[in-house]
């Protein structure tokens, strides 16, 4: 077993590195997919807010005023 580690020990070391990449891989996915949860959560209340800015009465006649 010995002489056959020592053998190969370059492909045993290419397939850990290779499986660390995909935990790597794995990882960064599943921060851009939290990242983009978060982004549609800002953008749904960005977009109530908006709508709730629209409906008061006298929305956009002074609103430069400020």
């Given at each position: 077993m010995?002489?056959?580690i020592r053998l190969h020990w370059f492909e045993l070391s290419a397939l850990v590195l290779l499986g660390?990449?995909?935990l790597f891989v794995i990882k960064?996915?599943?921060v851009l997919r939290a990242v983009?949860?978060?982004l549609?959560?800002?953008a749904r209340w960005l977009d109530i807010a908006r709508t709730d800015i629209d409906r008061?009465?006298?929305a956009g006649t002074d609103a430069?005023?400020?």
């Open positions: 010995n002489y056959w660390l990449n995909l960064v996915l599943s983009q949860d978060g549609i959560l800002l008061q009465p006298g430069g005023k400020h």
